[in-house]
């Protein structure tokens, strides 16, 4: 019956449902990936390859010579009783495989060196060949390095030092440790349980636990009113959007790391959207549907609860994006309800959209639509596994080897039990997002329609905040930066140091991080990221209390809380946060 439904919508147009149906199941085997995607990867690579005999040439005297450097430098260790004084290659960073001394005795030294020498010509070999097309060389780089990092002497007990001497220092109980770990992770990945240490977090226990009421529900999300803390609050409320790849909690993790309690005790009302994890029955919703009775469904909640009084509307990562189309709709059609926007992590121009983009182009979205045309929706372990293939080596392998060859169980903190607590994307919506959005940046280049009538980004003329992160490899900073470009209205732009979630969660008295943060008027030049860096200081802490205060320049003197829900008018509180959709697996 899903099959049916699914194939009325406009992105199977022309499918024949055996071929859906056969790639359905390939998928099931690659893990979401598109053999012919990477089929025409390579071959582009390898038949531009085979036509440039100056590049071959050039390929082999690199490999003679980092073999020459390679004897060279097994001479030095030979002559100096198994270690060499320089090593011909330093580790690339943020790659710690290879720092503890154990690694700088023979053999290992060879075998580290030969793993980073090869590393380093497979990277020279797959970029720059002329009239590969950039996006076919990036893939081709890429797979070499996953399969690189399958054969890294770090993965192995007989090529890693430090394995060897723990090894023999707990007379193979480690080993023991780390088959009774591999078990129970095959037992619970068979039987669909919880990855260990899940049973430590509880949602409404120790996880989501800032007090509050779910005050409206509708077939997509649920609104979670919080409860204020203080005498007075400032009178324009915060609605949060986050992104529904996501459990909506991230930002109210845990008291001391939860957004939404540091904005209730600063004096904010908080609204917060709770995303219903998708079924097959859901297949058909769009980013028309989530846009209609997510936000504006959402707004008109609030409005009614705190009546006339605009909103500071906040979008995290997808949710971001949602908002921003949201948001120019509503400047197209006049209608002036939001006091301010603030993103956390979230892109609006894809023309740089980082290393997720290894795995979008019209081949694998194809793939992915006849996977999710299958199944009515994209799985959490689907998207689970390309997340992880970005950042195998610390991700997969260096877990493998610390669990099952170390047997050293990790402690499950709340971060991680958060993202273990996964969720699916409906079938229309995330092909519409892929395509309209990822693929084709419709939004940016004027082409994206809502109710038929076109959206500008740039019709937008509320003041904008915008977060991005460091070391966010899903919505590079440089790309969330490009809002500078696009908007027509005051930007202040925040860039913390961390990842995608963990340099949004970064409360207060953190002890690593730091963040710069600039005001572009809508008449000052553009600054050029670049110039960002170099220019704008830097500071120690939290970018919470830096967006608090911008939040309360953009708001009114303080007022008595509103009360929670409005009976009168159909938004009254119908059970406890976290409420129920955030329990739904």
Known sequence: MTREVVESSDTGRGAHPFDRLM???????????????????????????????????????KAWRKATRLSLYAMRCAANGGEGHTPCIEPLPGDSRFTAPEWQRWPFNLYYQSFLLTQQWWHVATKDVRGVETHHEDV???????????????????????LLEQTAREGGTNLYRGM???????????????????????VGEN???????????????????????TERVHPEPVLIVPAWIMKYYILDLRPGKSLVEYLVNQGH????????????????????????????????AVNT?????????????????????????MARDGDDRLASITLFAAQTDFTEPGELDLFIDDSQVTFLEDMMWHSGVLSSDQMAGAFQLLRSKDLVWSRMVREYLMGERGEMIDLMAWNADATRLPYRMHSEYLRQLFLNNDFVEERYDVDGQPIHPWDIRVPIFAVGTTKDHIAPWKSVYKINRLARTDVTF????????????????????????????????YMAPDDFIAEVPSKKGSWWPEWHRWLARHSGNKVKPPQMGADARGYRPQRNAPGKYVLMD
Not at 31 to 51: C, F, K, N, Q, V
Not at 305 to 329: D, F, N, R, S, W
Request: proline fraction near 7%; charge should be positive; hydrophobic fraction near 40%.
């Open 23 to 61: 790639h359905a199941s390939m998928g099931r085997i690659t893990g979401g990936l598109s053999p012919a995607a990477l089929g025409l990867a390579y071959a582009d690579w390898a038949i531009h390859m085979s036509i440039s005999p100056g590049r071959q040439v050039e390929l082999v005297e």
């Open 180 to 202: 009774r770990n591999w078990f129970d992770d095959a037992s619970r990945r068979i039987q669909k349980q919880p990855p260990a240490g899940m049973d430590n977090w509880q």
């Open 207 to 229: 996880l989501a636990i800032t007090p509050g009421k779910v005050v409206y529900s509708n077939r997509l999300i649920e609104l979670i009113q919080y409860e204020p803390t």
């Open 494 to 525: 925040a860039l913390t140091t961390g990842g995608h979630n963990a340099g949004i969660v970064t409360p207060p008295g953190h002890p690593r991080r730091t963040y710069q943060v600039h005001c572009r008027k809508v008449r000052d030049p």
């Open 269 to 300: 009302t908080v609204f917060m959207i709770s995303w219903k994890n998708p079924t097959a029955e859901d297949a058909e919703l769009g980013m028309a549907a989530y846009r209609r009775l997510g936000i504006m469904a959402a707004l008109r």
């Open 305 to 329: 609860i705190v009546p006339e009084q605009k909103v500071h509307a906040t979008g995290y990562c997808l949710g971001g994006t949602l908002l921003m189309l949201a948001a120019a709709a």
């Open 140 to 162: 081709v780089n890429f797979v070499g390095r996953q399969i690189l990092d399958i054969l890294s002497p770090a993965n192995y007990l007989w090529t890693n030092p430090e």
